[in-house]
């Protein structure tokens, strides 16, 4: 086949690969030349795992080049699989001005017998009422009659893409039966993994939202069982290591916040279109509420934050990505700095004059700080000596990853949801 992947970014990029791995021709689209040029020079942006071999090794063999001419790649293409982000602005409203764009350079070069493909994360409906109309009008042609339009969420996790690929089943939902079929065959072509087909891309578009904001949820009412377990002298750990003996429970773990392209904006996919969301809308406060939560307790940790030094270990939304989509650290960094402290922000995958360019002030090794906050656990920080770090009095555990045996004896750890902690 000859397929079209528009948007190569963390996720893009890996599917392009993928596909191209199983012998077709693919062309990726994005609008950032720096992209563009990279891939078809053989070379990933990012650090993926296998990521860079694999794009290597298909633009060798010819079956992967890039362009930003999306309407080219489209025309030459049997399969077109759309996989540009789709955010909330600062108003939690959906921001559709990059998928918009997208959709309507692949309606412009829009061919009969194409198979167009959403993977990016939709509100309910947006295959059908949004993208197919727009589609039918920049192409001028008929959607389930002279194009096929499907739904298919991705599933898969930055830093374990090509694994995941391979691991979860595939959800698939056309706007027709016969769009449905199309669909399943296309990626039985492409993956490795097992293909459920559903009623329609509707079922399908659901299906990821209910995932993504049963996360949400279970990891909200994880942290609210933290404050509760900080107010008894409970380490919460431990109870919902328990309670996740009995088989029917699934507590996940609490922390400082949530962030990332999905958890923090799916969830309004979801709630901004119905009034039956008061749980979803609740647990996105909660979840949103945990950094103010945890500096306050490491206020009262140093007895207050004024004119302390404070650093913010993790800048990347979690462990071991290069990647900062709705930080927490950046809720932190405001929290503390709203509480009259110094704050220096650390983080092992960004250069400091790229932790500079975001307005933060990078942490010199050497420096002097009266407490840490650990955002995301990077391996670089698993074996770090916290003793040389000058008038360390405190680590706030956003993540509860640390062990006891890296903790200096003069250094206090306060978990989230844990008591003290003492080397």
Known sequence: MNIAVVGLGHIGLPLAAQYASKGHRVRGCDINQRVVDMVNAGQAYDDEPGLEARVAEAVAAGLLTAQTNTA???????VVVVIVPLMVDAEKAIAYNAIDSATRDVAS?????????????LPVGDTRKRF??????GSGLTVNEQFSLAFS????????????LKKYPKIVGGTDADSTRKAGEFYRAVLDAEITEVDNAETAEFTKLAETTYR???????????????????????SIDAANSQPFSHIHRPGAGVGGHCIPVYPYFY?????FADVARLSREVNDGMAAHVVGRLDSALVG??????????????ENVKEDAFTVARRLVDELTAADAEVVVDDPLYTADELA?????PYQSGEALDAIVIQAMHEQYADCDWARIPGLQVILDGRNALRTDQIPDSVRVIGVGRLYIDA
Not at 220 to 228: D, I, P, R, S, Y
Not at 307 to 315: L, S
Not at 357 to 361: I, N, R
Request: proline residues 2%.
């Open 305 to 318: 934050l004024s004119g302390r030094k404070i650093g913010v270990f993790g800048w990347a939304y979690r």
């Open 132 to 137: 197919g109309p727009m589609l039918a009008a």
């Open 72 to 78: 080219d790649a489209v025309r030459a293409s049997d």
């Open 216 to 238: 949400d949820v279970n990891i909200a009412l994880a942290n609210e069982f933290a404050a509760f377990a900080e107010e008894h002298g409970i380490d919460v750990l431990q």
């Open 271 to 275: 709630a901004n279109n119905t009034r």
């Open 109 to 121: 070069g829009l061919t009969a017998g194409t198979l167009v493909i959403y993977e990016t994360t």
């Open 153 to 164: 969420p991705e599933r898969v996790y930055v830093g374990r893409v090509f694994e995941d």
């Open 357 to 361: 360019a975001k307005g933060l002030t």
